[in-house]
């Protein structure tokens, strides 16, 4: 999708004040949009690291947290639900999605993996975590992906 032009576009730690400790495990291409626009809303890489925590904590080891979808643009999210369908016609894509940019990066869809073995945190599980942290969390997706947005915090 992004050839040698612009390779290391977006390649950038994220840097999180976690409990009075800095972390980085976050890079901001992680939250891109297929057409590299990127963004997260300052709320957003705080409760990620402090999810990524949580849930490393509970398993006893390294949890990786991986950004399946960020940020995304009006053409994105009419791709989407060219997909998907409309929530509104019975599908899964919301019109005012909290992903689009208007909303400022507030909005992550995500999985959790325990990086030594690849095994998928339970969904169930993720979710949990993730209520902790983000104001609004939907985890009962098919594909067992985690959407999670600070849409009170950042407002
Ligand atoms: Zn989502």
Not at 27 to 35: D, V, W
Not at 46 to 72: F, H, K, N, P
Not at 99 to 117: C, P, Q
């Amino acid at each position: 999708m992004c050839g040698n032009s612009c390779r290391g576009r977006n390649d950038v730690g994220l840097l999180a004040e976690v409990d009075g400790e800095r972390v980085s495990h976050f890079r901001l291409r992680e939250f891109e949009s297929r057409e590299g626009l990127a963004m997260v809303h300052a709320t957003v890489l705080a409760a990620l690291e402090r999810v990524r925590r949580d849930l490393g904590a509970m398993a006893g080891e390294e949890v990786w947290i991986i950004v399946t979808d960020g940020v995304r643009t009006q053409a994105d999210l009419e791709r989407l639900a060219a997909r998907l369908g409309w929530v509104d016609e019975g599908g899964a894509v919301a019109r005012r999605s909290k992903h689009l940019a208007e909303f400022g990066g507030i909005a992550v869809d995500l999985v959790a993996v325990v990086a030594s073995t690849g095994r998928r945190v339970p969904q169930e599980t993720a979710g949990a975590v993730c209520r902790r942290y983000f104001d609004w969390v939907k985890d009962d997706y098919r594909d067992g992906h985690v959407h999670a947005d600070n849409r009170a915090r950042a407002g």
